[in-house]
């Protein structure tokens, strides 16, 4: 399991088994078809599999045989299925191909972590989230371009077998994506910060702007729209991924309320907004220019790999190439 | 003063005399002249005065000339200066063009209406906010086309001059924009909820992704772009509009920390973001679905008319036509 591996495009170049064709697994199969691959899709429901097929696209609704044609071809599974479905399609691939690598999409990756590990599937599985996404959802809604330029995080683990972060690195490569590692853990607590704190802002922010009534609203332009653009995001999507998250979040919305608080103090006494002022426009320009380099000296399997490469994720670098 | 006044073109259609030629004043003379307006700038620096003589405007730094030119041809004079230069334009505009109609474009219209009424002008004074802008600045980020399908507020306060009004609403209808009408201290209030909060919580949210290194700042997408993009803008343009509107500013401000604490114990508790996503579902669906519909009915002059005005404004209503 520790020995380095020497990647060729022959050795990654494997069949991909989606399990779930909503927007996120319905573009991650058109991306891998274009990319060269052999794929499949499965969908509890006939809808999506049907229009997937009248696309031209090979998918049923039977996951037993998914899966068994998973582990015939040595297939790389991806879960993409909503939370809620997690837990029986984990104990299906247990029982059908649990010697398959294992991936998933969701946005909270402890929470599935801990779920692997309960259907005894982590010695084969690597966590991924690819940061892209639309306000739409289902089938219709993908695109095999979707995770073009995207970020797409794949979790190193001290555990992670090396081929199989590989396998999943490659396959976040062949969808046109850059790799950031990161641990489970450190990814969680970075998109609180970055994707769940930033919804329930914008929730605040919908809020009291209607509470200003219609002369509000009918003011509202830029800033407004712009803050508040995801409080328009379906209210299960924004909780499902928020509440799977709730104690980094929490650390976050706690940091955030500290900000807050302290502008409205210096606001009430001294009729200052200057240091939350000076501090997001240094933040935020901190964002603007950061230079994401490329991470490449590190050998997958190499002592000390998962742990290198999770400091290099750390520091802002990425793959684009293995 | 208080007679009906029958709008016609003729009447109105006056020269105009802007003073300040930044993004905003430099887009004012272009619309102006574009509607065929005789319209001509001030500015204190020479660059931007040399930058609209070059773009075949009437500019000159010669703040004396441009008012007694607007006393003489009866011009609405429009203050487009930035705050803390206010009070010696006003100044001016005291000594040499007293009985000008006069309106401004700034962002706050409380502090403007205090300082108008300190220097005797208020008996003509209409205050005037577009919902327009860019992150640019200067005379040369100047666009013709900045106000079309803007929003522009007109304030109509219980002493306003209805002839004055009359004429500052049909220089914004000109312009391209739709009036809604206002009085300043609730357009303060609004305007605290719909853009001076949301400049804050930006602010907010920029720090506390930063504060999860660069990890978080690489992995950071459509969420926290859009809510933080306005701690872009330059500082000391963030805290002129927020501190100078400090008091209404304190009030939306507890309104968004009472919400976001509720959220936060709701989920350090029971896990639940419900209340705080569904309300702020809600609301950003309201203003998605705002009807605004066409003020015809008023006469301005007519007793009552200003808060008739004011009223309508607050139900969402707005001018498209005087």
């Keep these: 399991m520790c020995q380095p591996v020497r990647v060729s495009a022959e050795s990654t170049d494997r069949p991909v088994c989606v399990l ?16 060269g691959r052999t794929a499949w899709g499965y969908n509890r429901s006939a809808i999506a599999a049907d229009e997937a097929v009248a696309d031209g696209f090979d998918a049923g609704t039977d996951l037993v045989a998914a899966l068994e044609r998973a582990r015939r071809e040595d297939a790389v599974v991806v879960v993409a299925v909503p939370e809620p479905a997690l837990d029986p399609v984990l104990e299906q691939v247990a029982r059908c191909a649990p010697g398959c690598v294992l991936t998933d999409v969701v946005s909270v990756k402890g929470a599935v972590l801990d779920a692997v590990r309960r259907h005894g ?14 306000a739409q959802s289902g089938w219709s809604a993908g695109d095999g371009d979707l995770f073009r330029g995207a970020v797409w995080v ?20 062949d969808c046109g994506s850059v790799v950031v590692p990161a ?11 970055i994707s769940h704190l930033p919804h329930l802002l914008a929730e605040a922010l919908a809020v009291t702007a209607a509470s200003g009534g219609d002369l509000a609203l ?63 426009y240094r933040a935020r320009r ?12 590190i050998e ?16 802002g670098g990425a793959l684009r190439a293995l």
Excluded at 183 to 193: F, L, W
Excluded at 286 to 297: G, K, P, Q, Y
Excluded at 302 to 315: K, M, N, S, Y
């Design 20 to 35: 779930g064709l909503g927007l996120i697994g319905g573009s991650l199969l058109r991306a891998a078809v274009a990319a």
């Design 121 to 134: 599937l982590a010695a084969r599985f690597v966590g991924g989230h690819p940061m892209a996404g639309t």
């Design 154 to 173: 794949v979790a190193a683990e001290d555990d992670t077998a090396p081929e199989a972060w590989t396998r999943v690195a490659r396959l976040a490569l």
């Design 183 to 193: 641990g489970a853990a450190e990814h969680d607590q970075a998109v609180a910060r």
């Design 218 to 280: 009918a003011l509202a332009a830029g800033s407004y729209r712009d803050g508040s653009r995801v409080a328009g995001t379906a209210p299960g999507l924004v909780r499902a991924m928020c509440e799977a998250n709730a104690q980094a979040l929490t650390v976050a919305l706690d940091e955030a309320l500290a900000l807050l608080t302290d502008a409205r103090r210096a606001l009430a006494t001294s009729g200052s907004t200057e240091a939350l002022v000076e501090a997001g």
């Design 286 to 297: 901190r964002h603007d220019d950061l230079d994401r380099w490329d991470i490449t000296d």
């Design 300 to 315: 997958i399997g190499a002592p000390g790999w998962a742990e290198a490469l999770r400091d290099a994720g750390r520091r």
